[in-house]
């Protein structure tokens, strides 16, 4: 990024961050995470052989307590990746099928990649049923004839700790779950796209900026993205974390992001030391973070400053800067394929400014992305209104 961006990204986005969203409400109470439903395939301590990343390690039929209204066969696969060090990793995954007959080539595919859940493995989305809003939104691309590929990125539900924003491992997730969707023997066509929400829009962006060199022999043909609710520069509010800010209380929600995101740096650097730095309350909270869904720890983390995490700044850890763009941006260049992202004005997770300030260096950088803002929307709300653009967008790509 350059510096003059970076410096109004870091501005605008700490001001939105810190101030304009301390009047918003703290959620509701919420209800406790549901019991998962392993379909027969739990992986949480799976310790096989791995391979190759797309490998496909297991699959059994998905429970039908956790599939889609509209699907007609479903499925929950065990397949290989890569984690946060590099290193051989596992991911599960649901494939969800049309009701209708499968075309010639096979169904066109969409990688679903799934917004905040949670870090532990209680939180796994192919383990628990879906959100109103994602049985609405998944139904729809259903019903569009698309089959639909919904990873629940390395870690959840499996070895290790979910490395959450962290963009090369959520597109090695996304990418490897198509893959292994190959390998399945159901009617699915080579040709695919993906299509993210929140934590989901940056994993499908990064997926999409590496999609053709992660599939690269595998004889996918990859299309485009769709992403709406996509946290960008953010790692630019989270460097100036510390004792003086933010200097006020954020809500809830914005309370559980940071938890998340310090949760899964410091899992993935353990060689600067970020607990050094924190409270006895800010190690506590990482712990918390680890374990709890999201609904949960929202209601552990209501009213809370981030500030009484830290005993110094974050800034103060040598290296901490470069390690956290490195572990979290958003690319803004070197995409391939057409790129929809979608936006709402009234959005308060992923304020605006977040995502606009993507479009901006995108369009810097001659990408081929077009942007929708939807001026009445919030960030859940984005999501199904932007289907009236995003369908014709897949439709066309897809051909």
């Known amino acids: 990024m350059k510096p003059l961006v970076r410096r109004v990204a870091t501005t605008v986005l700490s001001l939105a961050c810190a101030v304009s969203l301390t009047a918003v409400a703290a959620p509701a109470q919420?209800?406790?995470t549901p019991k998962a439903v392993w379909s027969g395939l739990d992986a949480r301590?799976?310790?096989g052989p791995i391979?190759?990343?797309?490998?496909?390690?297991?699959?059994?039929p998905l429970d039908p307590a956790v599939s889609l209204p509209t699907a007609g066969k479903a499925y929950r696969i065990l397949y290989a990746t890569t984690d946060v060090h590099d290193k051989p990793a596992t991911s599960t995954a649901a494939i969800f099928l049309p009701r209708t007959p499968a075309p010639k080539a096979g169904y066109p595919v969409i990688a679903w990649a799934h917004g905040t859940t949670g870090l532990g493995d209680d939180c796994t989305p192919s383990a628990l049923p879906r959100s109103e809003r994602d049985d609405a939104y998944l139904g729809h691309w259903l019903r569009q004839g698309y089959a639909i590929v919904a990873t629940d990125y390395a870690g959840l539900g499996t070895p290790g700790l979910m490395s959450y924003l962290n963009g090369e491992v959520a597109a090695h997730s996304v990418v490897d779950s198509v893959k292994a969707a190959q390998q399945t023997g159901l009617p699915l066509s080579k040709k695919w796209a993906i299509v993210g929400q929140s934590q989901g829009g940056g994993a499908a962006l990064n997926a999409a900026r590496r999609a053709t060199a992660y599939s690269r022999g595998s004889g996918l043909d990859y299309r485009g993205v769709v992403a709406t609710g996509t946290p960008a520069n953010i790692e630019h509010v989270i460097?100036?974390?510390?004792p003086a800010f933010p200097p006020v209380a954020l809500p809830?929600?914005?309370n559980v992001y940071a938890a998340y995101i310090l949760a899964g740096f410091t899992d993935a650097r353990p060689d600067l030391h970020v607990e050094s730095v924190l409270t006895p309350r800010g190690r506590r909270v990482l712990s918390m973070a680890e374990k709890l869904c999201y609904s949960e720890l929202a209601d552990a983390l209501t009213g809370e400053r981030v500030n009484t995490w830290f005993t110094r700044p974050l800034a103060s850890v040598p290296g901490v800067q470069g390690a956290l763009v490195e572990y979290m941006s958003t690319p803004y260049s070197g995409y391939d394929r057409p790129v929809f992202l979608g936006q709402g004005l009234l959005d308060t997770d992923v304020p605006v400014v977040s995502a606009g300030s993507l479009y901006a260096q995108m369009l810097a950088a001659g990408q081929p992305i077009e942007f929708h803002l939807y001026p009445g929307e919030d960030h859940s709300g984005a999501v199904l209104a932007s289907m009236?653009?995003?369908t014709p967008f897949l439709a066309r790509i897809m051909r």
Do not use: K
Request: hydrophobic share 30%; glycine share 16%.
């Open 51 to 60: 391979g190759t990343p797309g490998t496909l390690l297991a699959q059994t």
């Open 388 to 390: 009236p653009d995003s």
């Open 252 to 254: 809830a929600g914005l």
């Open 239 to 242: 460097w100036q974390a510390g």
């Open 45 to 47: 301590d799976y310790s």
């Open 30 to 32: 919420a209800d406790p």
